[in-house]
C-alpha cells in the first residue's frame, strides 16, 4: 500500500517538473508554440497512431480505451531531442531532454478512470538580427500544460465510449531587445501571457474478434473549439548592455493590457487497423483541426496565417511468442510507424509541415505485465524556401508503464 500511495505522490510533485520544459525552435514564436505529441511512447513508436486499445498500456489520445483496462496503471515518460536547424545561410545544432507525461489509471469493472498531467505546447526561441548600426534580439520561453481526468465504459462487448476533461494552464514570455551603436541606453520590451481554460474530448472504440481469430478495431474522437483566458502584462524598459549578452534595466514602465481570448480549435480522428490479439497490429488514422484564432498575443504579422490542419499515420507492432518462457526477446514487443502533418501553420505564403518515422520495442519487466519502452523517432520539419527554416531532428523517447491490481476484493475460504 505504501509503494501505491507513494505512486500517487510521485504523480503531482512531479507536475511542477513538466511546467519547466525547454525547447529550442524558431516555429514556436507562432501562436502557443509548437504543439506537443499527445500520446505514449508506446503510440509515439507507430507514428502516433491512437486507435489501439489495450488492457495493460494507457491511450491518451482516445478516452474510449480506459474502458478496456484491467489494470491499474502508473506510467511516465521523457524524451531526449538532437536537432540542426538550418536556413540558406548557417546550420545550428541543438539538443534537449524532456519530461512528456504523468499519469495513472485504474478499472472498476466495465469503468476505467485516468488522470494525468502533460506538456500541450512549448516555446523556447531566441533569434538576434544586427547590421553594422543596430542589434535586435527576439526571445521567448514558456508554453501550455494540461491537467486531465478521464473515463471510458465498455456499454457492450465490442463497443466503448469516454471522456476527457482538461485543465489548461501555462505562461508565455516575450522580449524584444534593440540597441542603436550611437545611442548610450537601448529599449526592451517584456510581454507575458497567463492562460488558462478548459477543454473537453470525446472518444468511441469498436472491436470485433473474427471467426478467423483476427480482430478488427475502429476509433473515432472529437474535440469542441475552447476558449482560453488570456491575462496579459507588458513591461517597457530602457536598459544598458553589460559585459556579454546580459543587460541592465535603467528604468522600467509596467503598461495596464487588456485581457484578451483565444481559441484552441476543434479537432477529430478517425481510423481503423486489423491485426491479431497479442502477435500483431497494423492500422491508420487521420485527423483533422479547424482553424482558430491562436495568434501570438504579442505579435501579429501579415505574412503568417493560420489554417486548418491535417495529420495521417500509420503504424503497428509485432510480438514473436507473447508466452515464451525460454526466449525474452521473442516476448518483446517490435513497434514501427510513420507520420505526416501539415501543421496549418503559413508563413510566407508556405505551409509548415511535418513528418516522422519511428521504431520502437516494449521491454517485459516483473510481474504484472509492467513494461520499459524505448522509441527512436527521425523527422523534418518546415523548409528553407522563401526565406524559412528547416528542423532535422532525432527523439528518443522512454517510458515506464507499472501494473498491479488495486481494486481486486481478496477472497477467502
Given at each position: ?61 482516445n478516452p474510449a480505451s480506459y474502458g478496456s483496462l484491467r489494470l491499474t496503471t502508473f506510467t511516465l515518460g521523457a524524451t531526449n531531442t538532437q536537432k540542426t536547424v538550418e536556413d540558406t545561410n548557417a546550420k545550428q ?25 502533460m506538456p500541450r505546447s512549448t516555446v523556447g526561441y531566441e533569434q538576434k538580427i544586427e547590421t553594422e548600426t543596430t542589434r535586435q534580439t527576439f526571445a521567448g520561453e514558456g508554453g501550455l500544460n494540461k491537467i486531465f ?265
Amino acid at each position: 500500500m505504501i509503494k501505491k500511495f507513494a505512486l500517487v505522490v510521485l504523480l503531482l510533485v512531479s507536475a511542477n517538473i513538466l511546467a519547466q520544459e525547454n525547447n529550442t525552435s524558431p516555429y514556436s514564436f507562432f501562436g502557443l508554440g509548437l504543439n506537443k505529441a499527445n500520446n505514449t511512447v508506446e503510440n509515439r513508436s507507430m507514428g502516433g497512431l491512437g486507435v489501439l486499445a489495450d488492457s495493460i498500456h494507457l491511450n491518451f489520445q482516445n478516452p474510449a480505451s480506459y474502458g478496456s483496462l484491467r489494470l491499474t496503471t502508473f506510467t511516465l515518460g521523457a524524451t531526449n531531442t538532437q536537432k540542426t536547424v538550418e536556413d540558406t545561410n548557417a546550420k545550428q545544432n541543438t539538443g534537449s531532454t524532456k519530461f512528456d507525461y504523468l499519469a495513472l489509471a485504474f478499472p472498476t469493472g466495465k469503468l476505467g478512470f485516468g488522470l494525468g498531467m502533460m506538456p500541450r505546447s512549448t516555446v523556447g526561441y531566441e533569434q538576434k538580427i544586427e547590421t553594422e548600426t543596430t542589434r535586435q534580439t527576439f526571445a521567448g520561453e514558456g508554453g501550455l500544460n494540461k491537467i486531465f481526468l478521464a473515463a471510458g465504459y465498455q456499454i457492450k462487448e465490442n463497443l466503448r465510449i469516454g471522456v476527457e476533461g482538461g485543465y489548461n494552464f501555462g505562461r508565455i514570455d516575450n522580449k524584444n531587445l534593440f540597441f542603436e551603436s550611437d545611442i548610450q541606453y537601448g529599449t526592451q520590451e517584456k510581454n507575458s501571457s497567463e492562460i488558462r481554460g478548459f477543454s473537453v474530448n470525446f472518444g468511441l472504440q469498436y472491436q470485433k474478434l473474427l471467426n478467423s481469430g483476427l480482430e478488427v478495431t475502429s476509433s473515432i474522437t472529437y474535440a469542441p473549439e475552447t476558449k482560453l483566458k488570456v491575462e496579459n502584462q507588458r513591461e517597457l524598459a530602457t536598459v544598458a548592455a553589460l559585459s556579454g549578452s546580459s543587460e541592465l534595466e535603467i528604468q522600467t514602465l509596467n503598461i495596464v493590457v487588456a485581457e484578451t481570448e483565444l481559441s484552441l480549435p476543434s479537432h477529430f480522428t478517425i481510423g481503423g487497423g486489423l491485426g491479431k490479439p497479442r502477435e500483431w497490429f497494423a492500422g491508420l488514422e487521420y485527423g483533422r483541426k479547424s482553424e482558430a484564432d491562436v495568434n501570438n498575443t504579442t505579435f501579429n504579422f501579415n505574412n503568417v496565417t493560420y489554417e486548418a490542419a491535417s495529420s495521417y499515420r500509420l503504424g503497428g507492432y509485432f510480438i514473436p511468442n507473447y508466452n515464451d518462457i525460454t526466449s525474452y526477446f521473442k516476448r518483446v514487443t517490435y513497434r514501427a510507424g510513420f507520420r505526416y502533418e501539415e501543421t496549418g501553420l503559413n508563413i510566407n505564403n508556405t505551409g509548415i509541415n511535418e513528418f516522422g518515422i519511428s521504431f520502437g520495442v516494449g521491454l517485459p519487466a516483473g510481474d504484472f505485465f509492467s513494461n520499459f519502452n524505448l522509441g527512436v523517432e527521425y523527422g523534418q520539419r518546415g523548409t528553407t524556401e522563401n526565406n524559412l527554416v528547416k528542423e532535422n531532428f532525432y527523439n528518443i523517447s522512454l517510458s515506464l508503464s507499472f501494473n498491479d491490481k488495486w481494486f481486486v476484493k481478496r477472497k477467502y475460504n
